[in-house]
């Protein structure tokens, strides 16, 4: 990769970063822009996936709004994304959990890992 690029990337990286898996039910604080104002709203659900490296990482988050499924990618070095905090910790056996977008009430559940 270009070193010029490289260099940019780098200064875009976050100095902490989240430490949550798939399978994870977590809260992610995103700020909102409306008009002038700012403001930061709360996003609950699972961890569907993981993807990217570096810069370009993101992570899907899944959760149920009165009966429909709603689904929001972000990236994981945005400004926009305030903090991500873990909620509980799932019981998973794959990278992907597409397969929840299929299902409806106890069936869409992840268990909880216990240590």
């Known amino acids: 990769m270009n070193e010029i690029i490289k260099s940019i990337e780098d200064a875009?990286?976050?100095?902490?970063v989240p430490q949550f898996n798939v399978g994870d039910t977590v809260?992610?604080?995103?700020?909102?822009?409306?008009?002038?104002?700012e403001?930061?709203?709360?996003?609950?659900?699972?961890?569907?996936?993981?993807?990217?490296?570096s810069v370009r990482a993101t992570f899907t988050v899944r959760k149920n709004s009165n009966g429909v499924g709603v689904e929001k990618t972000w990236p994981l070095h945005s400004p926009n994304v305030e903090k991500v905090e873990v909620v509980r910790r799932g019981k998973v056996r794959r990278a992907?959990?597409?397969?929840?977008r299929g299902r409806v009430g106890k069936r869409a559940k992840?268990?909880?890992?216990?240590?």
């Open 96 to 100: 992907k959990l597409t397969y929840l």
């Open 12 to 16: 875009q990286l976050k100095a902490e």
């Open 110 to 115: 992840v268990k909880e890992l216990v240590k």
């Open 39 to 53: 403001r930061i709203q709360v996003f609950e659900g699972i961890v569907l996936k993981k993807q990217g490296g």
């Open 27 to 37: 809260r992610v604080y995103g700020r909102i822009k409306e008009g002038n104002r």
